[in-house]
Every structure is written in C-alpha cells, then in structure tokens.
C-alpha cells in the first residue's frame, strides 16, 4: 500500500483534486430563461472546469478517509455499485493508490459507459441481470479476501466532498443572491453536500431536488423509490423542495441547453434544468415579483458525450431544436 504522499503526487491526484476555480457559472441566454425579460431574475448553469463529471469529487474523499482509516491495509481490490460515473472516478484515483476496482453495474447502464470502464486496466465490469440487486452483487464481491465495498450511497465522505469543495465553489461563482438552486439527486451525495454548506453559508437560499418521475429512467439519476432503496445519506434535510421530471423532458431541455451552455451538458443537466423552471413556475407571479433581480441556478454533473446516441435516438429530429 503506497503512503498518502505517494498518493498525493500521482499524476492523476494532480490533475484531479479540486482546486479553486472547477465550476463555473454560465448565464442563461433569454431563449433559455423564461424568467429574465419580465422578473429580471438571472438563471445560471453551473459546469465543470477540466474535470469530466462531478463524481471526481467525491471519489477521492472517500477513498482518502477510507485509506486514512486503515480500510485499505490488506486490500487490492475496491468494488463500486454504480452507474458509471462513480465507477470511473474511483477507477482513476485507484492507480494513485496502487489498487485494483471491480464496477458492479445494473444491465441498463449504457453500452458507452461500461467501454470507458472496460478500457482502463485497473477495471473489472459485473454486469448484473435485469431484476437482480446490484447492490447484494456488490456485497457478495466485496466478501471475497482482498475486497472491500465503497458505497457512495451511505459514505458520509461523499457528504463532507460538497460541503467542502462544490459548496464553496458555488457561492464563489453566484455570490449570495442566490435564491434557488437545483441538484439532480442519484446517490444524494451532492445535495446533501451542497444543502448542508448552503443552509449555514448562504441560508436563504432554497435548495431543490430533482429527481425523474416514478417509473422512468434519466442516465445518473433514481426516482423516489430506487432512491429509497439504496441512498442512506441524510438528503432529506438539507433539501427544501423536490421536483420530478420525465426522462423525455430531461432528454429534450438538455438538447435545448446545447443552444446556450458550454460545455454541452449530459441529461441529468437538462433534468435540473427542466425541474428549476417547473417550480419556478408553480411558485407563481407574487413569488417571482419578491425575488426580482436575483440568481438561479442548477448544476451540470457531466457532459453529453457518452449520452449523445442515446437521447438522440429518443427525440424526433427538431425535438428540442432553439
């Protein structure tokens, strides 16, 4: 087992420990913003700078307290239940720490995901059957010897990642006239993060939840019941409201976000997007009228790229054309 220095002068750590400046905030041109011309309220989508998803960020939180607990003495290999991006990022920072991953990943996840994870050497990619629990696969990996489970959906490290790094980053980007922020919700890592930094930070700020409608899909995200049945992370009280949206309309506001955001956005992006306008919208004009003037926003956790045939092959031709 290499020692925290080693782990910390690795090329990848370098390139992939947050430093101040990784998100930035984007303006929202009027075709985007429904809410500009007439309340002056000003929408902004927050990206990433020079890392691919968000997921970067906790991956190596929890990895450096799990190796700081002494998780890691006797162990070779680290197996990740994910949806793709989370496998990725421990993926990476496993060759900063000498170990080997094992991706557990339901049959759903999309074909271009499991090639990114099947190209690096340090992977190895279970795929689980339709039906079957990805989260017992993993259990049952993580008792072989050598083995040990990293579980994103109740590590309180993927907690403290947003709290320490994407919270303050948000409000340096958007100052405190913040009034609304929305965060699409999978493990619930990064709006409880988030939540938990912006209520003691920047207090009136509402802190929405998006998730896709029961029943549907979007890349990335759960909906109310697999959240339930997986995510142990205290989400609910640093969330103020929650939004559901379809996987349609996620597919189609993210296409639209390409007409105005840079770099072109994933779907979990268009869903944030899509459940910020919905509850601005059902909060009404006296509402809008009292927040005139200030800054909305969602965060972008990925880009378009291993999405792109997928979404498309789901619109019709001009569907979520500007």
């Not at 939180?61 to 239940?81: A, F, R, W």
């Not at 489970?149 to 947003?162: C, D, F, K, P, T």
């Not at 993060?193 to 899909?217: C, D, I």
């Amino acid at each position: 087992m290499r020692i925290t220095t080693e782990v910390q002068k690795h090329p990848v750590s370098q390139a992939l420990t947050p430093k101040p400046g990784f998100l930035k905030a984007n303006q929202l041109p009027l075709w985007l913003n429904p809410f500009l011309q007439h309340y002056g309220i000003n929408m902004f989508a927050v990206t990433l700078v020079g890392f691919p998803h968000l997921k970067i960020i906790p991956a190596l939180q929890m990895m450096l307290e799990d190796y700081q607990n002494g998780l890691y003495d006797d162990t070779h290999t680290i197996v990740v239940p994910s949806s793709g991006n989370t496998a990725h990022a421990i993926a990476r920072f496993a060759l900063a720490f000498g170990l080997k991953v094992k991706a557990v990943l339901a049959t759903d996840v999309i074909s271009s995901k499991k090639l990114i994870l099947e190209a690096l050497s340090t992977v190895e990619v279970i795929s689980v059957s339709r039906g079957d629990s990805v989260a017992d696969r993993a259990l049952e990996e993580a008792e072989r010897p050598g083995h040990i489970l990293l579980n994103q959906y109740g590590h309180e490290g993927n907690v403290r990642a947003h709290q320490l790094y994407t919270g303050p980053e948000i409000v340096r980007c958007l100052s405190n006239a913040l009034s609304v922020i929305a965060i699409s919700m999978g493990s619930g890592g990064t709006i409880t993060g988030v939540g938990k930094y912006l209520k003691e930070r920047s207090p009136g700020t509402l802190v929405l939840g998006v998730r896709t409608k029961l029943g549907e899909q979007v890349p990335g995200a759960r909906d109310k019941k697999k959240m339930a049945e997986v995510v142990t992370l205290d989400w609910q009280s640093a969330t103020d409201a929650v939004a559901e949206v379809s996987r349609k309309d996620s597919f189609r506001s993210t296409r639209r976000l390409w007409s105005g955001v840079e770099p072109q956005p994933g779907p979990t992006s268009g869903m944030a997007y899509h459940g910020l306008v919905q509850h601005l919208s059902n909060r009404g004009k006296e509402w809008l009228e009292q927040h005139r003037g200030t800054n909305v926003a969602f965060i972008c956790p990925d880009g378009c790229g291993p999405y792109l045939q997928l979404m498309l092959s789901e619109l019709d031709p001009d569907e979520g054309l500007v």
